[in-house]
């Protein structure tokens, strides 16, 4: 099993508060636990940190047209962990960061149809040395991976660029 220590050599180092600062795009797909994309989706992201508390805007937009948004509020505690909030996120969000990667873990009661339904993910980011973080979760429920979901993330503003170092 996949841990952030694994990471701890690789550069460029990932902080989620300096990267998601300012304006950022993903475009995403979602496969079935059979490989089968079964839904397409893009994300227009607006990031501000106080020093303290990253807070993400997020507004998804689907291939299917509907429209969806999130907003995270994370904060970094002393130790250099995460712990996150946002609306459809049951409890606290946990995640550390160790290199150039980021280990995000939490419950969501992610929107299907008319209802709901309560899924686990394992969420790992990669900032990659041309400033693209590449982002692969694992969504589970009662243990069984229900499929995953993909995330390529690029900054949008030339005042916002991300320069790794």
């Known amino acids: 099993m996949m841990k952030v220590t694994d990471f701890a050599n690789h550069q460029p180092t990932f902080l989620p508060e300096e990267f998601f600062k300012g304006g950022t795009k993903a475009w995403g ?3 079935d636990r059979f490989g089968r994309v079964r839904r397409q989706f893009s994300v227009d992201i607006t990031g501000t940190w106080d020093g303290y508390c990253l807070t993400l805007d997020e507004s998804f937009l689907y291939d ?5 948004t999130r907003i995270w509020r994370i904060r970094k505690n ?3 962990t995460y712990a996150g909030e946002a609306d459809d996120v049951v409890g606290v969000a946990e995640g550390v960061a160790t ?4 280990n995000w873990s939490y419950v969501m009661d992610l929107k299907i149809g008319n209802g709901t339904l309560r899924v686990a993910f ?3 980011m ?3 040395r041309d400033g693209v973080v590449i982002n692969r979760a694992r969504v589970r429920k009662w243990g069984i991976e229900l499929g995953q979901v993909t995330l390529f993330f690029t900054k949008t503003e030339a005042t916002n660029a991300f320069s790794p170092t």
């Open 29 to 31: 797909i979602f496969e």
């Open 64 to 68: 299917d047209s509907q429209t969806d």
């Open 78 to 80: 002393l130790d250099g």
């Open 99 to 102: 290199g150039n990667a980021f």
């Open 122 to 124: 394992d969420d790992w």
């Open 126 to 128: 990669f900032l990659q």
